[in-house]
């Protein structure tokens, strides 16, 4: 058997396997620190995956070498003369490939989730845009708002109906200003009571949490200062304003979606 060539063939396994596992470790890093939704779901499990293909070859590989090199050690003693040994040397341009390769693909990794966002924003608008032209005589219901148990359990009722039609249909609810005590405030409707249940609410149970550039933007929507979408994405999760007016009066949508993987792949 021929023991040099097989340590030389291993250790290029061994080499090959453990850059492997650098740009692997890398890239799961990368992906997680910054929660990014890249790949759909079958090729984001092959990629998890595939570190158990690693981890198996690079362990065969150096299993293999630590046998050929006892096996040469062996026959050198037997036949008592010294083997020289060979040592590895990684041409400078391989390491520069290697050392530009990870901004490479830090940037490839951002850029996709990016394009995965922007899809979403796409598929979110869209479905806001059918459903009011499909809904827009029962949203025209809900326009004349007055904060009372029947407007809310209207609102439950038709927001909810909208949803059962369309499973795909990302989660929806509306958003209404109001104001408690002078502050201006807004209320979020779509929630299951019934007219009995909502008897029992008062607005600050509607009140919808969200960030100061959110309220200003709902204050400008609702102000008539503007009337385009706002979209946000989060960690997989999605969130769409977008403002329709109905009726002459300005309403607005609040979709939510969660996803766990990208857009890209199989």
Known sequence: MNHDFLIRSTNRIARYALIALIYWLFIFALSTIFDLKIFKERLTETFLFSVLGIFALLGGAVVLNVMSNLSKISAAIAKQHEDQQTTWHWPTRNKLLLAVSFPVIALGLLAGDAMSAHRKKIRLIQAAEQLVEENRRELGM???????????????????????????????????????????????????????????????????????????????????KHNLPRFEATGGNYQLYFPVKVNNKQMLLYFTDFQAYGKFGS
């Open 142 to 224: 809900l326009t004349d708002y007055e904060f009372s148990p029947a407007y809310v359990a209207r609102a439950a009722n038709i927001i909810g109906t909208i949803q059962r039609i369309d499973r795909h249909l990302p989660n929806v609810k509306l958003l209404m200003p109001d104001q408690i005590e002078g502050r201006r405030v807004f209320l979020m409707f779509g929630q299951h009571w019934t007219e009995s249940d909502s008897k029992k609410l008062e607005r600050q149970q509607l009140i919808q949490p969200m960030t100061k550039d959110e309220r200003d933007y709902l204050q400008a929507v609702f102000d008539n």
